[in-house]
T-cell receptor, first 110, second 116 residues
Framework: EDKVVQSPLSLVVHEGDTVTLNCSYEVTNFRSLLWYKQEKKAPTFLFMLTSSGIEKKSGRLSSILDKKELFSILNITATQTGDSAIYLCAVNTNAGKSTFGDGTTLTVKP | GAVVSQHPSRVICKSGTSVKIECRSLDFQATTMFWYRQFPKQSLMLMATSNEGSKATYEQGVEKDKFLINHASLTLSTLTVTSAHPEDSSFYIC????????????FGPGTRLTVL
C-alpha cells in the first residue's frame, strides 16, 4: 500500500524563523512528488520534484527530493505570518495514482 | 492518518454517458467532503463542498446540473458527471474533513476520467 508521511504534524514558529517540513514516502513506481500550500479553498501548487538532488526554489521557499532515501523537504526561510497554512505533500505514481500526506500545519506568530 | 478511498480509480467512457465517482472515509466520519478537479500544471480547483444531509455548495463556474453531488451518509459522497464530454476528462480528487477537534482534511487517491 502506498504511503506518504509528513512531519511534524504541526509547528508553531515566530516571524523570521526558518522551518523545514518533511515528507517521506513508500510507493510503487514513483513518478513525482508535489508540495501544496492550503489556506482556504483548494491547495495551491508549490513544487513538483522528479529528480533527486535538484533544488527547486521560489522566493523564500525551496524543496529537494532524495529518491534513494525516499523523502523530500520543504524549507521556508524568514517566515512571515502569511506563510501560516497547511502544507501538503503528494506523491504521484506511474499508474496515475496520487497519495497525499496528512499535512503539516504551520503557524507563524508575529 | 485517516483513510479516504475513491472508486473507481480510472474510468473511460463514451461521450454523452454519465459517470459516478464515490468517495468514502474508511475509518472516520466526515460531515464535510470536498471535490477537486486537477488541471495541467498540477493546480487543484475546488468544485464543490459536500455536506452530509444537505445540498452541496458549488464554486462559481461549476455547473451543479452537470456535476451532481450526493452526500448520503457520514462516510460516503458521490460525484456524478452527467452527459460527460471530452472536456470533462480530468483527474478528480475528493477529500474529507473529520469530526475531530482538529478537523483535518484527508485526501483520496483520485479518479482519472477519460471521456472519448
Amino acid at each position: 500500500e502506498d504511503k506518504v508521511v509528513q512531519s511534524p504534524l504541526s509547528l508553531v514558529v515566530h516571524e523570521g524563523d526558518t522551518v523545514t517540513l518533511n515528507c517521506s514516502y513508500e510507493v510503487t513506481n514513483f513518478r513525482s512528488l508535489l508540495w501544496y500550500k492550503q489556506e482556504k479553498k483548494a491547495p495551491t501548487f508549490l513544487f513538483m520534484l522528479t529528480s533527486s538532488g535538484i533544488e527547486k526554489k521560489s522566493g523564500r521557499l525551496s524543496s529537494i527530493l532524495d529518491k534513494k532515501e525516499l523523502f523530500s523537504i520543504l524549507n521556508i526561510t524568514a517566515t512571515q505570518t502569511g506563510d501560516s497554512a497547511i502544507y501538503l505533500c503528494a506523491v504521484n505514481t506511474n499508474a496515475g495514482k496520487s497519495t497525499f500526506g496528512d499535512g503539516t500545519t504551520l503557524t507563524v506568530k508575529p | 492518518g485517516a483513510v479516504v478511498s475513491q472508486h473507481p480509480s480510472r474510468v473511460i467512457c463514451k461521450s454523452g454517458t454519465s459517470v459516478k465517482i464515490e468517495c468514502r472515509s474508511l475509518d472516520f466520519q466526515a460531515t464535510t467532503m470536498f471535490w477537486y478537479r486537477q488541471f495541467p500544471k498540477q493546480s487543484l480547483m475546488l468544485m464543490a463542498t459536500s455536506n452530509e444531509g444537505s445540498k452541496a455548495t458549488y464554486e462559481q463556474g461549476v455547473e451543479k446540473d452537470k456535476f451532481l453531488i450526493n452526500h448520503a451518509s457520514l462516510t460516503l459522497s458521490t460525484l456524478t458527471v452527467t452527459s460527460a464530454h471530452p472536456e470533462d476528462s480530468s483527474f478528480y480528487i475528493c477529500s474529507a474533513r473529520d469530526l475531530g477537534g482538529r478537523a483535518r482534511q484527508f485526501f483520496g487517491p483520485g479518479t482519472r476520467l477519460t471521456v472519448l
